[in-house]
Nanobody, 121 residues
Framework: QVQLVESGGGLVQPGGSLTLSCAAS????????LSWYRQALGKGRELVGT????????NFADSVKGRFTISRDHTKNTVYLQMNSLKPEDTAVYYC??????????????WGQGTQVTVSS
């Protein structure tokens, strides 16, 4: 069964840095793209960025461009979200998502349980 387990969330001061991890299992990790989403209180889920199966293409939302970096380690089946220069508005639950591909063995998206990030002094 597909599993995505986020970790690394917590409390951080404005201007600080934090790295989130997403440990993946139950599918061929190297085959699929993965995304990070976040959801703040009172807001819908927002796409933060996406990394392709090759890691050669990464997209970021305008609000985090230049501050956040997505990477993946195929030897560890893990995706990372490096967050720098954190702002209070970055406070949210962060989710890891594997993007399914129709006609493959993983045709649907799967979401992790999320990890809370709180940016506050």
């Amino acid at each position: 069964q597909v599993q995505l387990v986020e970790s690394g969330g917590g409390l951080v001061q404005p201007g600080g840095s934090l790295t989130l991890s997403c440990a993946a299992s139950g599918f061929t990790f190297s085959t699929y793209s993965l995304s990070w989403y976040r959801q703040a209180l009172g807001k819908g889920r927002e796409l933060v960025g996406t990394i392709t199966s090759t890691g050669s293409s990464t997209n970021f939302a305008d609000s985090v461009k230049g501050r956040f970096t997505i990477s993946r380690d195929h030897t560890k089946n893990t995706v990372y979200l490096q967050m720098n220069s954190l702002k209070p508005e970055d406070t949210a639950v962060y989710y890891c998502v594997v993007l399914g591909v129709p006609s493959t063995s993983l045709p649907y998206d799967y979401w992790g349980q999320g990890t809370q990030v709180t940016v506050s002094s």
